[in-house]
């Protein structure tokens, strides 16, 4: 069996560059340190980002920042009810010229996506994104193109209850590596927003930090992180607790499963471990999972929150005792 010695610790460049890039975006989204880290292990996971939440408090900052602290293509869509599919993924037309036809790309066509407010397209515009999400490709008129990698999609969406949105469908959600909420800032943060932001535009003033290469190198090495066999049994047990759990109509898919593992090894990654532990699982569970499991109605009637229910699900499945297996 593996064990610690036998697996490469992550390098030391990995840290150095997770700190470099943490550190350009928290000066754009100041005292947001933990959200920040959550949409830099998104990233490194190779996941898909959802920033929810009211107006105002920095959703499309934060997507901004990341974006601009990257040297690599970066692209933006405003999602709005008349945004059409082929904006998105693009079309074919016919060039006079070359009497032929010929493919435009969309916008999905770079590395990484900022969709703004996601959830005021039609449910006919979002679902253009299924594919590329999910297989980093897209297909028009019976052609698949490849993107470009890393290819991230950072959407921003207001909560669903705003007037003019639509809901996003359970499997445009289950695509979303993490769900994350900005939330208001502290005194003391709003403070020192009201003093930066007040004399300049902090987007201006920063750059990027780090190469697509840098964050391939560092995708490819969270994904050599160690997950035990006694952790992924762990996370199985959380999987079929969901599946069964009273207030949940739909529990963990596969996917959601997978999901929590890939968020769990960069975490690990990111402190500097060549192995995953269970504090790395249950401080991903709410990101990674609340957004995907569906409330039966009565619990949705009686305020349920799916957050409450992801905390009741990790209280009561039993955590492997021991060390865990190849961290030795």
């Not at 920033?51 to 901004?64: F, M, N, Q, W």
Request: with cysteine; glycine share 8%.
């Amino acid at each position: 069996m593996a064990t610690q010695d036998a697996r490469a610790t992550p390098p030391a460049e990995f840290a150095e560059t997770f700190a470099a890039i943490a550190g350009n975006v928290s000066k754009v989204v100041q005292g947001k340190s933990e959200v920040v880290e959550l949409v830099l292990l998104c990233l490194v996971a190779q996941g898909h980002l959802l920033i929810e939440d009211v107006p105002g408090v920095g959703k499309t900052s934060l997507a901004k920042a990341l974006a601009t602290s990257l040297d690599c293509r970066w692209g933006r869509i405003q999602f709005t009810p008349d945004l059409l599919p082929s904006d998105v993924v693009g079309v074919t037309v016919w060039n006079r010229g070359r009497d032929e036809f010929e493919f435009r790309p969309g916008a999905v066509f770079t590395n990484l996506l900022l969709g703004d407010e996601i959830n005021r397209a039609s449910p006919k515009t979002q679902s253009a994104l299924l594919e590329c999400m999910e297989e980093n490709q897209v297909t028009v008129d019976g052609t698949s193109y490849r993107l470009e990698q890393p290819f991230m999609v950072v959407a921003t969406q207001n909560p669903v209850e705003h007037e003019g949105t639509y809901p996003l469908p359970e499997s445009q959600l289950d695509r979303f590596l993490m769900r994350v909420s900005v939330g208001y800032p502290a005194r003391g943060a709003e403070v020192g927003i009201l003093d930066s932001h007040g004399r300049a535009d902090l987007l201006d003033a920063i750059g990027p930090v780090a190469t697509v290469k840098d964050v391939l190198a560092m995708s490819e090495a969270a994904r050599e992180v160690h997950v035990a066999p006694s952790l992924q049994g762990y996370l199985v047990d959380l999987a079929e607790t969901t599946r069964r759990h009273p207030a949940l109509a739909l529990g963990m898919s596969p996917r959601a499963t997978l999901a929590l593992q890939r968020a769990s090894r960069a975490r690990a990654a990111a402190a500097g471990r060549s192995f995953v532990v269970p504090d790395d699982i249950k401080a991903l569970a709410e990101p990674v999972l609340s957004h995907r499991l569906a409330l039966t109605p009565e619990a949705a009637m009686q305020g349920v929150a799916a957050g409450e229910v992801v905390a009741d699900v990790l209280r009561h499945v039993p955590v492997p005792s021991g060390r865990a297996e190849g961290a030795r």
